[in-house]
């Protein structure tokens, strides 16, 4: 099994902020990531795939970078849609596993 | 454009079996997609639960595979979750999505079940 470890768990910050959310995982997995944004009562939406692939329709203040272990969520500019919880996935190998989640939270 | 609904009991009693079904509209469940569930317990994060394939095809997470079975009905354009022998820790969301190579670009909306006597 691989494990997906995010951090922070719980970031506080302002509209108009750069975030960076970070995800290690437990082996390699080459570039088969996801990155995924829920909010709350709502089911998650695939925000990026392929480590830095942009979902049709997702702004292009969400981008993602990195390779092999180490992985990361940027949000250039904090809008106030983007308040939710944000979850990463492998698809390397069975079983797909993702993270715990980062809540982004309004400082 | 493609649409998934769960259905289902929202509650089940403690060691009973767990049955999901999900509608897919919009859509053929016959298209080149492997269509899963993942589940999310209260406050919790996501585990997937499995999936399967329009020709029947499965994979399972194993630390639920002795109790998992989902089964796809063409006829119905849907597919179903069934997990047996629940006991309490088994209350979550639960999600159907589609799958395109292991990414999950569409969900429903979720459906919560409850384990409890």
């Known amino acids: ?107 | 454009q493609v649409q998934l609904q769960e259905s289902g009991p929202g509650l089940v009693k403690p060691s009973g079996t767990l049955s999901l079904t999900c509608a897919v509209s919009g859509g053929s469940i016959s298209s080149s997609n492997w269509w899963s569930w993942v589940r999310q317990s209260p406050g919790k994060g996501l585990e997937w639960i499995g999936e399967i394939y329009h020709s029947g095809s499965t994979n399972y997470n194993p630390s639920l595979k002795s109790r998992v079975a989902i089964s796809v009905d063409k006829s119905k354009n849907q597919f179903s979750l069934k997990l047996s022998s629940v006991p309490a820790a088994d209350t979550a969301v639960y999600y159907c999505a589609r799958g395109t190579v292991g990414v999950f670009d569409l969900w429903g909306q979720g459906t919560m079940v409850i384990v409890s006597s």
């Open chain 1, 1 to 107: 099994v691989i494990w997906m470890t995010q951090s922070p768990s719980l970031l506080s910050a302002s509209t108009g902020d750069r975030v960076t959310i970070s995800c290690r995982v437990s082996q390699g997995i080459s570039s088969y990531l996801a990155w995924y944004q829920q909010k709350p009562g709502k089911a998650p939406e695939l925000l990026i795939y392929a480590t830095s692939t942009l979902q049709s329709g997702v702004p292009s203040r969400f981008s993602g970078s990195g390779s092999g272990t180490d992985f990361t969520l940027t949000i250039s500019c904090l809008q106030s849609e983007d308040f939710a919880t944000y979850y990463c996935q492998q698809y390397y190998s069975f079983p797909r596993t993702f993270g715990q989640g980062t809540k982004v939270e309004i400082k």
